[in-house]
C-alpha cells in the first residue's frame, strides 16, 4: 500500500482508519512502557546482584576471621598448657588472646554490617 491509497482510505471510511490510528498509539505506549520496565527489571538485577557480591564478600572476610581466631586460641592453648613458660612464651600467649580479643570485635561489626545488607537496609 502506498500513500495515497492509504489517503483514500482514511478519507472514505474515517472511523475505522482513527480506531487503527488508536490501536497503534496504544500499542506504542504500551511498547515504551515496556521497554522502561526492562530497564527498571535491569536496575534491580543490578543492585541484587551488587546485594550477593557485598553478601559474599563479608561472609568471606567472617569465615577468615573464624579461622584466624580458631588458630590464635589454639597457639595460645598450646603455650599455655606448658608447666613453665617463658616471659617470652607468656607475651607470646597473652597477644594471641589480645588477636582474638580484636578480631571477635571485629567479627561482630562484620556480623552486623551482614545482617544489615541481607535485610535490605541500606548501608553508608
Known sequence: MNLTTLATLAKDHPLPTLASMGAA????AFAIDERYAHAGDVRNL???TVREIQINRISGEI???ELRINDSRNR???????Q???QGE???AQQYNTDVSSLEA?????QRLLDQIKAGVPIQ
Open 106 to 110: 571485629e567479627k561482630r561489626q562484620k
Open 63 to 65: 569465615s577468615l576471621m
Open 84 to 86: 613453665k613458660l617463658t
Open 46 to 48: 543490578q543492585a541484587n
Open 25 to 28: 498509539l496504544v500499542l506504542a
Open 76 to 82: 595460645a592453648r598450646e603455650l599455655t598448657a606448658k
Open 90 to 92: 607468656m607475651a607470646l
